[in-house]
């Protein structure tokens, strides 16, 4: 039974990436207990949730020492970012303020004569 499951969630996820025309840009590897190493892979980790009780994989995020972005969608967000300090909180369903969010992650910010400008990591090395 939990084969016969598996295989049709998985048929599923990949007919979803074929629909939404995303196959070769989106992966989605499912369950992977290894989650750091996957992390550690990236620059910055975005959590877009409208509600958290209190989420673990910001904790995984924190250790792995990279950029967070995320949504103000825990009472425990604050805390976890260190009032700003480890991360970037954003209001629930404010996509332009989350979007803009991850665009400065992702990007170094040069402040020159009182001007700020957004280089790419390209473009900066």
Do not use: W
């Not at 805390?79 to 989350?98: F, H, I, N, S, Y």
Request: proline share 2%; with cysteine.
């Amino acid at each position: 039974m939990h084969c016969e499951v598996v295989a049709r969630l998985q048929a599923l996820r990949r007919r979803g990436q074929r629909d939404l025309g995303v196959a070769d840009q989106v992966l989605l590897p499912g369950f992977d207990a290894d989650v750091g190493a996957h992390l550690a892979a990236n620059d910055v980790f975005v959590l877009s949730s409208n509600y958290e009780g209190m989420p673990a994989v910001m904790v995984d995020a924190l250790v792995a020492g990279i950029a967070i972005v995320a949504t103000d969608c825990s009472a425990s967000m604050n805390e976890l970012v260190d009032g700003g300090k480890l991360g970037t909180l954003v209001p629930v369903g404010a996509t332009a303020a989350l979007a803009e969010a991850m665009a400065v992650a992702a990007d170094i910010c040069v402040y020159t004569n009182d001007q700020l400008t957004i280089e790419t990591l390209e473009s900066a090395s």
